[in-house]
């Protein structure tokens, strides 16, 4: 009996050993030439105009962090900005098409939103005052951010008469003039305007022609140009901040011209609905994740043949829409998606990608009520921190669950590789080959003193419960400095010739100071 019982012991060990060993894996990184390029301010993040009263689901979560009921002196908030050094951030949303501005002679009354049922996505027309304006300007002055703002692109047009959701006639652009003449008399700084918010193809809840929409885009084109005559400091124009359709965006990209659209922005919700109960593994599913993909090679694709002076823009995406996932889209594991995101669109030559939302939302990088960062505020600080503009193929020969991108270092030598680990099972240990490296051993038998350790920023959540709401940054827990202050973020340096272990359920960014590639140089 003790017999089979030791050996029932000693295979139950065996069995362990195997489950919970780490798989080896060789990620092979291409350093001579880049395969695309971001912009420098590649990560970027939205702040909307929803008021209290939107709901999805029986549930109400954008609480107090609309554009014009968000606390703006919040030390979190500004905090939480400033740490980029700087911030993009995009102030538009579903409710721009129905804001007026305060200013001029275009609007004498400045109401709130309020519900109505024939209203686009139920709500009222809304007006955004001067003082609000100038409240929303300190706050990008006092942390460096830097603003997209998304104009109403449906001044002066009608609803169409054969069809409930076209909206006909030019884009009346006076209010927009106003606006941009008092910005300019108090010295605002505006990075790029952007025309709409999903009016494009099939709509959301209204729509406009490609034609149509080409012909509004160059207006506001010269609109910029005349207002802002040093093309050094002229904001960009950006359009159509929608959902992609090759055709619509063939067409208007073709139709609106040479040197007229900057960004060509579209939008991405890939996971489905918030209220999805599949959306926990939808997030962990790697071939789920690639359906995607196709997207974003046609939009670059489209950016090739008809718009070459323009770049592909993620304007928004939240994961999950209808304001994310109760449950997940604040949690660690929204990580899996946000960051593998930013790795693949950045492959696809996408120059900026911005993530619904700032605050508000179950969705947000900011808690709503307590404005605590959630932990893909963490991932994607630690992204525009380590990850430059320049991006490396790269490949892997093990799993589809272990997701791998690199970059150029930002600022200093080397090149800095991202290892996402979907499995809740496996780990991998990851050596990284430079592909012009034709005799690895030889590389070892440099003077050590010349030897710059590997720099590892490992995140995984708190108690192993990818649902957690806290980070832990190299196995300590990311949390504000009793000043409110963002903690700093050290890596753990490691010996650049031992494998990287990427843990089940763990997010990594490794950078790699010696490793020569031709194009960080």
């Known amino acids: 009996m003790i017999a089979k019982v030791t050996v029932l012991s000693i295979l139950l060990l065996l069995l362990s050993a195997v489950s919970s060993s780490a798989e080896d894996v060789k990620v092979t990184v291409q350093g001579a030439t880049s395969i695309a390029n971001t912009d420098d301010n590649f990560v970027c993040a939205t702040i909307d105009w929803w008021p209290i009263n939107k709901c999805d689901y029986n549930q109400c979560p954008w609480g107090k962090s609309g554009v014009l009921n968000l606390d703006l002196k919040n030390k979190i908030l500004s905090n939480a900005i400033k740490a980029f050094q700087p911030l993009r951030i995009r102030v538009g949303g579903s409710l721009q098409d129905q804001v007026f501005y305060k200013v001029g002679n275009s609007a004498k009354k400045c109401p709130h939103f309020k519900l109505r049922k024939d209203g686009l996505f139920g709500f009222s027309k809304g007006c955004l005052s001067m003082n609000r304006w100038d409240e929303i300007n300190d706050l990008f002055n006092q942390t460096g951010a830097m603003m997209t703002f998304g104009l109403n692109a449906l001044i002066g047009r009608k609803k169409s008469k054969t069809d409930d959701t076209l909206w006909e006639g030019d884009w009346n652009a006076q209010n927009a003039r106003d606006l941009m003449k008092y910005t300019i008399s108090k010295g605002y700084k505006i990075e790029s305007y952007e025309l709409g918010n999903e009016l494009c193809a099939s709509g959301v809840s209204a729509k406009v022609s490609a034609e149509q929409y080409a012909k509004d885009i160059v207006a506001l084109k010269n609109l910029v140009r005349e207002m802002y005559p040093d093309a050094t400091t002229q904001p960009k124009v950006l359009g159509p901040a929608g959902f992609f359709d090759k055709q619509w965006f063939n067409t208007f990209l073709e139709k609106s011209g040479q040197d007229v ?110 404005f605590i960062p959630n932990p893909d505020y963490y991932g994607s600080l630690l992204w525009h921190r380590l990850m430059g ?113 990427v843990a089940p359920h763990s997010i990594v960014f490794a950078t790699l100071r010696d490793f020569k590639a031709p194009a960080c140089a």
């Not at 997030?283 to 690639?290: A, E, N, S, V």
């Open 389 to 501: 503009k320049n991006v490396l193929a790269t490949t892997q020969n093990a799993s589809p669950y272990l997701r791998v991108y690199s970059h150029c270092s930002k600022e200093k030598p080397g090149i800095t590789v991202l290892l996402i680990n979907l499995s809740n099972s496996t780990s991998f240990d990851v050596s990284v080959i430079n592909d012009m490296n034709l005799y690895p051993s030889q590389e070892q038998t440099q003077d050590s003193q010349d030897e710059k350790p590997r720099e590892e920023y490992h995140l995984t959540p708190e108690g192993g419960n990818i649902q957690s709401d806290v980070v832990l940054l190299n196995g300590t827990p990311l949390k504000l400095t009793n000043s409110l202050d963002i903690p700093s973020m050290e890596p753990k340096l490691a010996d650049r010739y031992s494998p990287i272990t």
């Open 261 to 370: 659209v900057d960004g060509l922005t579209h939008h991405i919700y890939n996971l489905g609905p918030g209220n999805d109960p599949e959306l926990i593994n939808r997030i962990q599913d790697p071939y789920y994740l690639d359906q995607i993909a196709q997207t974003y090679k046609d939009i670059s694709e489209t950016v090739k043949e008809f718009g070459p002076w323009s770049g592909a823009w993620v304007g928004e995406a939240g994961g999950a829409f209808n304001s994310g996932g109760k449950y997940v889209s604040h949690t660690f594991a929204d990580g899996f998606w946000f960051l593998d995101q930013l790795g693949m669109t950045s492959t696809f030559n996408h120059k900026v990608f911005c993530r619904q939302a700032l605050i508000g939302g179950n969705y947000a990088l900011l808690n709503t009520t307590t």
